[in-house]
């Protein structure tokens, strides 16, 4: 096992009716932006159930925080923030509306261009306290520092993490998702399952205790995943689905193991350059980083292949790729499929997304730094 | 699932060398309460390396806190810190030690008996900080809210919890186990193994990730556990022992849950009356206490023995039987006696455990609150 500190200090509000708990929370003299995103929470209710829970504090709205939080945007509600005093961020939604309340919390006090803390991990001083309320279980951002920020205009997406903005509470209640359309529930289900395999699927250092908390949330995801597309309004399915999307990134399974996090690093190309859902490019990503390495990732895909699909093969190349086959098996059964072709982008585009990581210093990916450009260029011809 | 509200605030520092981290995490002009147990940190170069860490703060020393730590030896320990002025206490020991540290630091500024914070709940304002250096995986204390107190003139075992007192830091290092006792390490492992059982084995709540978390710290027990005794100075099987009893109780597989906690309950009396070790009174009740619960618990038993013990029997009530005689054998096979006859305790004692039992107003024990003075008779008996 490889040596490692963890702390997670955000306090996890779960179950129905928990947004009540979120008033005894906020700091005195209340004055709380309200940050979502495209206001579906409006026909769900969600948005006067905030509301009455924050009846007595101050509130500030802004709405319109998009998928893949753009930094335009989120430069916007940091103006609203500084104008109205604000002193507490209170993020209603999935991971984006999540990550751009850190990014907002960040920029608040942030002297210069806040542009640098993505950039040049600048340094920042007296972030805001950001709450979050979540509605779409998927990136955990709702329990832990890291918040990636896109910028359309250079084509760039980038991530900061820092303690210092991790909600300081999170009201995770399974009902707020009955209503989500079945693409954020598929997405949201494979975004938490690659999080686990990036933590998981590495190669061995004899961390038993780590390697089954990673099967159990994957095993859970595999079980529950499928369920919550055929019987949204199944509240245990939506519970543990909301459970292991959380437990899948706020920092406790990748503690002492190595981790990869190169799937992340190429799809977060195929969002910038051609606007695809964070969790499709990993969809598409993963199968072929599987493939292309096998070889350095063999014992980890042949134990996830055992313990998470029960496959029993004692060939061990055939067994590879009957894992590789029910990973992408798992993601078409969530609706997603999981080649370039099935989202007409063509064998053509490979070179601008490889230009792509290539100016942005990503060039050493993979726990091993060996998924240079020659082998990200494999990965994604494969994935053609 | 149920609901449930969880953080935990201790920052877990894991691995060799971790101890040098503690200096930083020191209140400024620190004036710390260097508490330890019989000393046998002095012969492991432990206290040697602590007093290096702890260079530059003001140190007071406490040695002394016993197994069971007793209420009599940590009022001493408070009369030390009073008269220092200690802000900071540094627990470094197993989880009597860590326990007794808990108490110190809620009785330092206790105005009234500080017996009453364990026998009323009395209230109790500004405890000291405590930080915990761990030597004996076990109890999970380092990273809990929990403390337990003995107190030998009224034979009495008490306990109380405050997230107020729960170590700000914990330090991990493996190789600090490697000069343990055989019997602390079986106790450690069992005792753990039954930190979880007392989270998991009860009834279904449709919370399979829990379930999984809860296998994955009985698996890694189950393996690496009779390794530590085996192979004392393996790091790896050391790190898994003690990440493992960390996590068995460290607050998160309980949550959403019920809760069993009979055997400990019941196990506390043995230790009161008998002065057994904590986990050797958990290996004589736990199971009897599965045998007479075997019908409420049937469904998790059987999960117990499948996921945990590989056993495939598909009649019940010998997959039952088997999985009993499975934990049985596994505390066994870390040398723990599992029956009151091989510590000497006839069966004449009983009627004093249970009469213990009532005084101390645990006639309904367990997640259904059923274990009465009679069940808590059966079970005394089967395990005569």
């Known amino acids: 096992m490889l040596n490692f500190t963890f702390k ?14 979120v008033s005894l929370r ?32 101050d ?63 600048a340094a920042f001083e007296n972030p805001l306290p950001v709450g979050a309320v979540l ?3 998927a990136t955990g951002s ?47 289900v494979v975004d938490a399952f690659v999080h686990v395999i990036e933590q998981y699927l590495t190669y061995p250092v004899n961390a038993p205790l780590q390697d089954r908390f990673a099967e159990g949330i994957l095993q859970t995801l595999v079980q529950e995943g499928p369920k919550a597309l055929a019987t949204p309004e199944d509240y245990d399915v ?15 399974i990748g503690k002492g193991v190595p981790q990869d996090w190169g799937t992340h690093m190429i799809g977060h190309e195929l969002t ?15 199968p072929s980083l599987m493939f292309v390495q096998r070889d350095k990732k063999q014992e980890k895909i042949l134990q996830l292949g055992e313990r998470v699909f029960g496959i029993k093969e004692d ?23 999981t080649r370039l072709s099935d989202y007409d982008i063509e064998k053509s585009a490979i070179d601008g997304l490889v230009e792509n990581l290539e100016r942005n210093g990503l060039t050493a990916l993979g726990e091993h730094g060996d998924i240079d450009l020659v082998k990200a260029r494999e990965i994604l011809t494969l994935a053609a």
Chains 1, 2 share one sequence.
Request: hydrophobic residues 45%.
């Open 142 to 188: 709702e329990s832990n520092g890291n918040s990636v920020v896109n910028r359309k205009e250079t084509s760039q997406k980038r991530a900061f993490s820092s303690e210092t903005v991790q909600p300081v509470f999170a009201v995770l209640d399974p009902e707020f998702t009955y209503s989500l359309p079945p693409r954020q529930v598929s997405n949201g």
């Open 8 to 21: 997670n200090q955000t306090e996890i509000l779960f179950g129905k009716g928990q947004l009540s708990e």
């Open 135 to 137: 509605t779409l279980p």
């Open 26 to 57: 906020l700091p005195a003299k209340a004055k709380v932006l309200f940050l979502y995103g495209g206001g579906s929470i409006k026909k769900n209710g969600i948005y006067d159930k905030v509301n009455t829970a924050l009846e007595g504090a």
């Open 272 to 286: 910038a350059l051609h606007g695809l859902d964070h969790a499709v490019t990993l969809a598409i990503v993963l």
């Open 59 to 121: 509130v500030i709205e802004f709405q319109g925080v998009e998928p893949n939080p753009e930094f335009e945007t989120l430069m916007k509600a940091v103006q609203v923030a500084r104008e109205n005093d604000v002193n507490f961020i209170l993020a209603v939604g999935g991971g984006s509306v999540i990550d751009g309340a850190k990014f907002i919390a960040a920029a608040v006090n942030f002297e210069g261009d806040p542009w640098d803390i993505l950039i040049k991990g």
């Open 238 to 252: 939506r519970a543990n689905v909301m459970w292991s999307a959380t437990m899948a990134l706020n920092g406790l």
């Open 315 to 337: 060939d061990k190349d055939k067994a590879i790729d009957l894992t590789i086959k029910a990973v992408q098996d798992f993601f078409e059964s969530m609706q997603i499929k």
